[in-house]
């Protein structure tokens, strides 16, 4: 075995407002869709217009961002902790009750799932990492009937903050499409989603009872199983 056999895993740090923000261990490439997708998450942007300013650095791998100073003071004085989290490593997060999680004006999404087992045979179809190494997670946004982003990364959130991003940057905004991800949907990524006011969350894997009761409160639905012939729906009526 060589070193070409590893899955390839850098760090990249983000300054906002040259303040240190956060250093992500991530497979180094669609840099600028992580760092964009990232500030959409966390409430520093809510499109590309509040972005001022992306500078990469010259010399590693880096990035200096500028936003409005109102956004930036509004996240920072947040009720904010760093948490240890079930899926990658320590991620920000508000804690409190279920009812601050953003919630979606429209009604709940239930996507044709038969279509979407053939979307996740043309999501595998495109992990050229995960075919040569077999050691890496892979996120892709559809409007149900077609793939719009596509993005693999060694870590799981990572791939859903550079498809995030790759649609912000292509000028349309995530509001109810649904996201593909290979993996489990942890507590942070369905809150994640539900930021990005998302309408679906579907996975071959399962979500934890966490991720059930953000994407309820959230009108965002969530399906197990995705891939099987009984794939698993949870809505904020109560399925499942």
Same mark, same amino acid.
């Given at each position: 075995?060589?070193?070409?056999?590893?899955?390839?895993?850098? #760090? %990249?740090?983000?300054?906002?407002?040259?303040? @240190?923000? /956060?250093?992500?261990?991530?497979? =180094?490439?669609?840099? +600028?869709? *992580?760092?964009?997708?990232?500030?959409?998450?966390?409430?520093?942007?809510?499109?590309?217009?509040?972005?001022?300013?992306?500078?990469?650095?010259?010399?590693?791998?880096?990035?200096?961002?500028?936003?409005?100073?109102?956004?930036?003071?509004?996240?920072?004085?947040?009720?904010?902790?760093?948490?240890?989290?079930?899926?990658?490593? #320590? %991620?920000?997060?508000?804690?409190?009750?279920? @009812?601050? /999680?953003?919630?979606?004006?429209? =009604?709940?999404?239930? +996507?044709? *799932?038969?279509?979407?087992?053939?979307?996740?045979?043309?999501?595998?179809?495109?992990?050229?990492?995960?075919?040569?190494?077999?050691?890496?997670?892979?996120?892709?946004?559809?409007?149900?009937?077609?793939?719009?982003?596509?993005?693999?990364?060694?870590?799981?959130?990572?791939?859903?903050?550079?498809?995030?991003?790759?649609?912000?940057?292509?000028?349309?905004?995530?509001?109810?499409?649904?996201?593909?991800?290979?993996?489990?949907?942890?507590?942070?990524?369905?809150?994640?989603?539900?930021?990005?006011?998302?309408?679906?969350?579907?996975?071959?894997?399962?979500?934890?009872?966490?991720?059930?009761?953000?994407?309820?409160?959230?009108?965002?639905?969530?399906?197990?199983?995705?891939?099987?012939?009984?794939?698993?729906?949870?809505?904020?009526?109560?399925?499942?």
């Amino acid at each position: 075995m060589t070193r070409q056999d590893a899955v390839e895993e850098a #760090a %990249v740090w983000l300054e906002v407002n040259g303040e @240190s923000a /956060v250093t992500w261990m991530c497979t =180094p490439d669609q840099l +600028p869709e *992580l760092v964009v997708g990232w500030l959409y998450g966390e409430g520093y942007i809510d499109a590309m217009s509040d972005l001022e300013s992306l500078r990469p650095c010259a010399f590693e791998l880096g990035f200096w961002a500028k936003v409005p100073r109102e956004r930036y003071e509004t996240v920072e004085g947040a009720e904010r902790r760093r948490v240890l989290a079930s899926g990658c490593g #320590a %991620v920000t997060t508000i804690l409190g009750s279920l @009812s601050r /999680v953003p919630r979606r004006a429209a =009604p709940p999404l239930i +996507p044709d *799932l038969p279509h979407t087992r053939k979307l996740f045979k043309e999501l595998f179809a495109l992990g050229a990492r995960y075919n040569e190494t077999g050691g890496i997670h892979a996120a892709a946004l559809t409007d149900g009937e077609t793939l719009l982003a596509h993005a693999e990364d060694i870590g799981r959130h990572n791939a859903v903050d550079k498809v995030l991003g790759a649609m912000l940057m292509s000028g349309r905004r995530p509001d109810d499409l649904i996201l593909l991800v290979t993996g489990r949907i942890s507590g942070e990524l369905a809150y994640k989603a539900a930021r990005a006011r998302l309408g679906v969350v579907a996975t071959p894997s399962v979500p934890s009872t966490l991720a059930v009761d953000i994407a309820r409160s959230a009108g965002l639905t969530l399906i197990g199983r995705a891939v099987s012939g009984e794939p698993q729906v949870w809505t904020v009526d109560g399925g499942q």
